[in-house]
């Protein structure tokens, strides 16, 4: 599957895992298959971290 987004997967992946994130702490929400456990705040640092990288990588034109 050939999605036509250049640069932009990234940064839904990373919204998407704020989101989840979000309905599982913030509403009380069961989302199935995820398990956040009591450090919930490193899945949603890691999910800014990775969109800035992606941010980074894109300003530098690689």
Do not use: C, F, H, S
Not at 36 to 62: H, Q, Y
């Amino acid at each position: 599957m050939n999605i036509a987004l250049p640069g932009m997967k990234t940064y839904i992946v990373a919204a998407t895992l704020i989101l989840v994130v979000g309905v599982e702490q913030g509403l009380g929400i069961d989302v199935p298959g995820v398990e956040l456990g009591e450090n919930w705040m490193m899945a949603v640092m890691n999910a800014l971290g990775l969109g800035t990288v992606r941010a980074a990588i894109g300003k530098l034109g690689a």
